[in-house]
């Protein structure tokens, strides 16, 4: 199978492109960002070596999905979705933080507790919590959206004392991250799934707030099954989950968390397979859709061709 690591395309009217942690992006004409979803995978704020087969379609087809889905709590960047792996979208100006929220402990934040801290971004938590417990209240824990490196717990008082984001904007940002988590959680509930915690990125046009980048994939999102959750925390066993969580334990158990002179352990073919296998198992626990794999044969040459068809319409508007 093959997988698309990176792209480099030069497009009609392109302005500029930037290479993130797993998209590959490219300003058309100052006014539009053409964002290709790679097979690359990051972990720890790292990029791993090998990329992972349908990866980038399972996040770009749950991320528009989503998106449509949520359309009536605010707008968001997506115009156009013109290939499996693609979106186009109008440019926004970002807001610097990430809006998590979570709903149980786990992940991060139970990593935190667990060492001892009651506090995480300035949101205290009560004693005698245990791992993947619900929170007494869905809480949100921004981060600080890092260029490069890893992204930086902030309390909503430092947001707002070093003026990284207005008072009026973030109360904003805070409804609508509340308004979106609520509408996963009654999405995954339809699915048979809890969501445990996620992440929302905003940006804004003029004095208009959009949701932008990606929502509710395995990537942004924990999600757990429900059928036997409270079972397994009377018991205290590991909750079985949908998330990129898998991975990241796969890493810690083989001596790597991102930290300086780690090595990322041998990413073999078995493990490479094994790890896409759990992202379209992900797409279809989540979305309800059966997954559709796309045409392999020249992965490049059909992502540019269906770019071009794209921005023929968009730019002759």
């Known amino acids: 199978m093959k997988a698309i690591k990176e792209t480099n395309f030069n497009f009609p009217k392109q302005s500029s492109f930037y290479k993130g942690k797993v998209r590959d992006v490219y300003t058309i004409d100052h006014r539009l960002m053409t964002m290709v979803v790679s097979d690359r995978i990051s972990a720890f704020d790292v990029v791993l070596p090998e990329a992972i ?72 938590l009560p004693e005698g919590l245990k791992e993947n417990d619900p929170l007494p209240a869905p809480i949100i824990t921004p981060t600080t959206k890092a260029a490069v490196g890893h992204d930086e717990d902030i309390s909503r008082e430092d947001i707002l004392a070093k003026g990284i984001v207005s008072i009026a904007d973030y109360d904003k940002l805070e409804t609508y991250t509340h308004a979106l988590y609520k509408r996963g959680t009654e999405m995954a509930a339809e699915r048979g799934l809890i969501l445990v915690d996620t992440k929302y990125e905003f940006g804004k046009v003029a004095e208009v707030i959009y949701l932008i980048d990606e929502i509710h994939t395995p990537d942004s999102s924990r999600y757990f099954y429900a059928e036997g959750y409270a079972e397994r925390q009377d018991a205290n066993e590991p909750q079985k989950q949908l998330s990129k969580e898998f991975v990241r334990k796969w890493l810690i158990e083989n ?55 794209s921005l023929d319409t968009l730019l002759s508007k």
Not at 277 to 287: A, G, P, S, V, W
């Open 255 to 309: 001596g790597f968390q991102g930290k300086d002179g780690q090595v990322v352990p041998e990413m073999t073919p078995e493990i490479v397979n094994s790890i896409s296998e759990r992202y379209i198992e992900l797409y279809e626990q989540i979305t309800g859709d059966q997954f559709v794999k796309n045409d392999h044969t020249d992965i490049v040459s059909r992502i540019e061709q269906n770019i071009l068809r």
């Open 53 to 124: 087969p349908f990866k980038g379609q399972v996040l770009n087809q749950i991320a528009a999905k989503f998106l449509k889905a949520t359309t009536d709590i605010l707008p968001n960047w997506v115009i156009d979705v013109p290939d499996e792996m693609v979106t186009i979208g109008r440019i926004c100006e970002p807001f610097k933080v990430e809006m998590v929220i979570r709903g149980y402990l786990a992940g991060h934040a139970w990593r935190e507790y667990s060492a001892g801290k009651r506090s995480v971004c300035g949101v205290e």
